[in-house]
């Protein structure tokens, strides 16, 4: 009888001790995990407004039927390059801190335009609907990330 109360007593002490670490873990990290979210917050804004007026740049130059000639395309580079510039640094900047899925997201929006203004393979394409997709899939790889889409659909749950 006294083995059993021995067995019981270490059981519970290893349980307390084990639950007692849990949540000194968890203090100690919960600042740093607030301090992430906040600065991924400012990296998302920061490349969301660099992504939208670099493709509101492209679709602007972009004609509805295509690039045609190596000449478009020089003009659609040049045209860009300031808000191009701007988008990348952003990027580079706030890499560190953004998801693996937003940072493929924009690399492959980049690609996809890097692809539209060099090669002559997407000339018979819509290139317009293919960067607009490409922008699309960044936002909603942000708005997953951020947690938006949880909420919105959180939010609909509730209504109906």
Known sequence: MDY???????????????MGIYLNY?????????????????GYTEIIKAITDFHMDAQSF??????KGNKMRIELR???????????????????FLPLKV????????????????????????PKKLLKEAYRNVFFATQENIGVARLSKETIDLIT
């Open 62 to 67: 972009i004609p509805a039927k295509g690039l």
């Open 78 to 96: 040049l045209k860009t390059r300031d808000s191009r510039t701007t988008f990348i640094d952003k990027h580079q900047k706030w890499a560190v």
């Open 26 to 42: 968890k203090t100690r990290t919960g600042p740093y995990r607030q301090t992430l979210y906040s600065k991924q917050l400012e």
């Open 4 to 18: 059993l109360i021995l067995i019981i007593s270490l059981i519970g002490g290893f349980i307390i001790n084990g």
């Open 103 to 126: 940072n493929r997201a924009l690399t492959n929006y980049l690609r996809i335009f890097n692809e539209i203004s060099f090669f002559t393979k997407y000339e018979d394409k819509y």
